[in-house]
């Protein structure tokens, strides 16, 4: 049985599909500070599996004791954190508080109850501003921003944990910039407020709820003057966690691998693949460079192709038409039509 923390997110929640798919039984926690219960009763009806949900911080001790002790845990996939760049410029010590703090919390209790198989959820924010691309996991970690830093504090303190003790197996996936949804558009990306991501922009401005996109930067030295990401499909990314924790459990020490599929899309390239995907024009106004940014970033995937067995095979159209799918079916996100009780939610 695998223990989830932060299942109810956004990537969290697909990869419990993947993982229920495949024949894993889960547990999850979550403190539902930037989701929602729907978002897993809604895994529930996707897979026809049911699983425990526990409400609770990995700060609380107590509750990952409970966690531990009532479920026969055999290893973990960590997705719980705060994760916006801007939000943690403003409160450094939230972001390091609950991501560095959480995840120690969560390794203490794991080692007390024997469990040392792990796999974190990194992201490509690690590498800062690469000297070039693509990107390999062998470049230097100099992150920019507090947020940025949990990550790569994070991956630090577990290479260490692994360097302590030869039991410990844990991978950490670096994320470059998920999309997308489940093809059925019953989960997806469902931001609070006006979106910081380039797609839940893009897709609401489509839908009428926001005026017009604002291209942040037009003279990055790109092909167009716009910045550049490597944008994977959602559920390319969450089979990268099945073959991680297959991994993880068949080996043991510190890894690290780089999700993305090797390849870059301006931010004018993508509104072109989401108007002709959608048939809606999208508004948009050039303006300043968002502070931080870089102009190009994209992954060298071949080591998780080599080492875990896994490529990302979902191409772009089919990325912004998922994208598209939920929002069209759920213009206002998840409306919370669960009652926590009604999940079986323990706290
Ligand atoms: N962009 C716009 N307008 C917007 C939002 C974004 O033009 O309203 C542009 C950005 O300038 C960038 C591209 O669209 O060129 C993608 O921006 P996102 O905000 O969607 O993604 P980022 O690459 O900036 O950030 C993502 C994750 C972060 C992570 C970072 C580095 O959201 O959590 O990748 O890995 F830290």
């Known amino acids: 049985m695998l223990l989830i ?47 425990k949900v526990y409400n609770a911080s990995l700060l609380n001790s107590d509750i990952l004791e409970k966690v531990f002790s009532e479920n026969h845990i055999d290893g973990v996939m ?23 703090t959480g995840t120690i919390s969560l390794c203490m209790t794991m080692q007390k109850y024997g469990v040392k198989k792990l796999v974190f959820s990194s992201s490509a924010t690690v590498y800062g501003v690469p000297e070039w691309v693509p990107i390999q996991e062998d470049f230097p970690l100099r992150a920019t921003n507090p947020y940025g ?45 006006i979106p910081n991501n380039l797609i839940p922009y893009i897709t609401q401005v489509a839908i009428g709820r926001i005026d017009e996109l604002k291209v942040l930067g037009h003279d990055y030295p790109t092909q167009d003057g716009t910045g550049v990401r490597d944008y994977i499909h959602i559920e390319d990314l969450a089979k990268g966690h099945v073959k991680a924790i297959e991994k993880v459990i068949s080996t043991n020490g510190f890894h690290t691998y780089n999700l993305g599929t090797g390849r870059g899309y301006s931010v004018l390239e993508i509104v072109n693949v989401f108007e002709k995907i959608s048939g809606k024009k999208i508004k948009y106004s050039l303006i300043d460079r968002r502070p931080g940014d870089i102009a190009v970033c994209y992954a060298d995937p071949s080591k998780a192709n080599r080492e875990l067995n896994w490529v990302a095979e979902k191409g772009i159209e ?30």
């Open 318 to 347: 089919e990325m912004c038409s998922d994208a598209w799918r939920w929002q069209l079916n759920n213009p206002n996100g998840y409306e919370e039509v669960s009652e926590p009780m009604a999940m079986g939610i323990n706290s």
């Open 78 to 100: 960590h997705f719980a954190g705060l994760k916006s760049v801007g939000e943690s410029v403003k409160l450094p010590l939230d972001y390091y508080h609950n991501n560095i």
């Open 149 to 193: 830093r949990t990550k790569q504090m994070t991956e630090e303190i577990l290479a260490d944990l692994c360097q302590s003790d030869e039991d410990w197996s844990i991978a950490a996936l670096r994320y470059f910039n998920p999309i997308g949804s489940h093809p059925s558009g019953r989960i997806g990306e469902d931001p609070n407020g």
């Open 5 to 51: 923390t932060g299942g109810a997110g956004y990537i969290g929640n697909h990869a419990c599909i993947e993982l229920l798919n495949t024949g894993y039984e889960l547990v999850v926690i979550d403190n539902f500070s930037n989701s929602k219960v729907e978002a897993l009763t809604r895994v529930q009806e996707i897979t026809g599996k049911k699983f």
